[in-house]
């Protein structure tokens, strides 16, 4: 099983509305979940850090983290043809950080 | 300006040609960590160091090494490149285990 999985998607949505990007990890332990962005060719760049149950909002941007279902998703709201890019998930469980593999997301104008 | 910043950014080398690729951060971060990125595999850690003259294997160590002498430098290190080493490879840096990771902007390297 692999520490953390994502949607590969792509996923597809329309300017303005909220895409919504899911992610579980196998860890109780784990500590700390991250959202980054990666643009193709580029090096993820980091758009949220959660540590403690619950929501967790940036503007655009809200994390939610559930430890008990051990899950952590990340919702865009108003989405823009920037956001067009791969999201990636990440977990810091012990010592080492694990990365799902991305889900693709495309904002259609 | 706080930054990652890795050598080279693109290197074809032969099987066997011994490189280094060169990682260094400004921010006094305790963490760093090499990642390589490969299509439908996504970021795997290859190794990390908690700090000076720490380092622990990640998940795909097999064929590298590395050292942390200094804080800020963390060589990645290819004694016998093969072709299955050809990838994306990033250099990330943190203040500590449990703190989000910044990269570098990646060196692609293809081994023929």
């Known amino acids: 099983q692999k520490e953390v999985e994502q949607n590969s998607g792509p996923l597809s949505v329309p300017e303005g509305a909220i895409a919504s990007l899911n992610c579980t990890y196998s860890d109780r332990g784990s500590q700390s979940f991250f959202w980054y962005r990666q643009y193709s060719g580029k090096s993820p760049e980091l758009i949220m850090f959660i540590y403690s149950n619950g929501d967790k909002e940036d503007g655009r941007f809200t994390a939610q983290l559930n430890k008990a279902s051990q899950y952590v998703s990340l919702l865009i709201r108003d989405s823009q043809p920037s956001d067009s890019a791969t999201y990636l998930c990440a977990v810091a469980t012990g010592n080492q950080f694990y990365f799902g593999t991305g889900t693709s997301l495309t904002v259609i104008p | 300006e706080a930054q990652v910043t890795q050598n080279p950014r693109y290197l074809i080398t032969v099987t066997g040609k011994k490189l280094t690729v060169t990682c260094s951060q400004n921010?006094?971060?305790?963490?760093m960590s090499w990642y390589r990125q490969d299509p439908g595999l996504g970021l795997r850690q290859i190794y990390y160091s908690m700090n000076v003259e720490v380092t622990d294997k990640g998940d795909v160590p097999e064929g590298y090494k590395v050292s942390r002498k200094e804080k800020r430098n963390f060589p990645l290190i290819l004694e016998s490149p093969s072709p299955n080493q050809t990838s994306l490879y990033f250099c990330?840096?943190?203040?500590?285990?449990?703190?989000?990771?910044?990269f570098g902007p990646g060196t692609r390297l293809t081994v023929t």
């Open positions: 990330a840096s943190s203040l500590t285990e449990f703190y989000e990771q910044y």
């Open positions: 921010m006094n971060h305790e963490y």
